[in-house]
T-cell receptor
């Protein structure tokens, strides 16, 4: 599975959009991009995933570049409860036993 | 739907003691996983199961054993606990439906003295 690169930390003002980048330059054509987050010491929570097209759900939007070498997770109106570690993962989507959770990006949402 | 539950939430062991962590899911998922997370680090896969009666090693399997006798349960055992096994343990499950979306439990915080 391809590796991902994320900034170690980011800040965002409450109410503003949080844009979290992820590089996955070695991604293969059949690998998905997944995003999870982990709030404090809780279990990771699935946010969104995509293959080629941009995706949106009630939590966030996922923008994948045309060459698929990078993506951005967008939280449109960040709240203090969005403060968490965000993990970008590349996976074939055939079972999580090859899923690699790196260090992620620690997002601080400030009032 | 309770989702994924883990028992116990906290445990303190002495070196050499044994214990079993229980994971249960009510989503009829085929795949189940055990991860450990050390301070400031990402999750590392210990063992996983692709169905009832099957288990396989992950990235860091040494010192742990697992069993999946029932589809809804996945047990993680420590036969002789060591201080290096002090960690937070997370269980997760996912379905066979061609997606890698994993649903995680709340975690078990284990301290080995």
């Amino acid at each position: 599975d391809a590796k991902t690169t994320q900034p170690p930390s980011m800040d965002c003002a409450e109410g503003r959009a949080a844009n979290l980048p992820c590089n996955h330059s070695t991604i293969s054509g059949n690998e998905y991009v997944y995003w999870y987050r982990q709030i404090h010491s809780q279990g990771p929570q699935y946010i969104i995933h995509g293959l080629k097209n941009n995706e949106t759900n009630e939590m966030a939007s996922l923008i994948i570049t045309e060459d698929r070498k990078s993506s951005t997770l967008i939280l449109p109106h960040a709240t203090l409860r969005d403060t968490a570690v965000y993990y970008c993962i590349v996976s074939l989507g055939t079972g999580g036993f090859k899923t690699i959770f790196g260090a992620g990006t620690r997002l601080f949402v400030k009032a | 739907n309770a989702g994924v539950t883990q028992t116990p939430k906290f445990r303190v062991l002495k070196t050499g003691q044994s214990m079993t962590l229980l994971c249960a899911q009510d989503m009829n998922h085929e795949y189940m996983y055990w991860y450990r997370q050390d301070p400031g680090m990402g999750l590392r896969l210990i063992h996983y199961s692709v169905g009832e009666g099957t288990t396989a090693k992950g990235e860091v399997p040494d010192g742990y054993n697992v069993s999946r006798l029932k589809k809804q349960n996945f047990l993680l055992g420590l036969e002789s606990a060591a201080p290096s096994q002090t960690s937070v343990y997370f269980c997760a499950s996912s379905s066979l439906a061609g997606t890698d979306t994993q649903y995680f439990g709340p975690g078990t915080r284990l301290t080995v003295l």
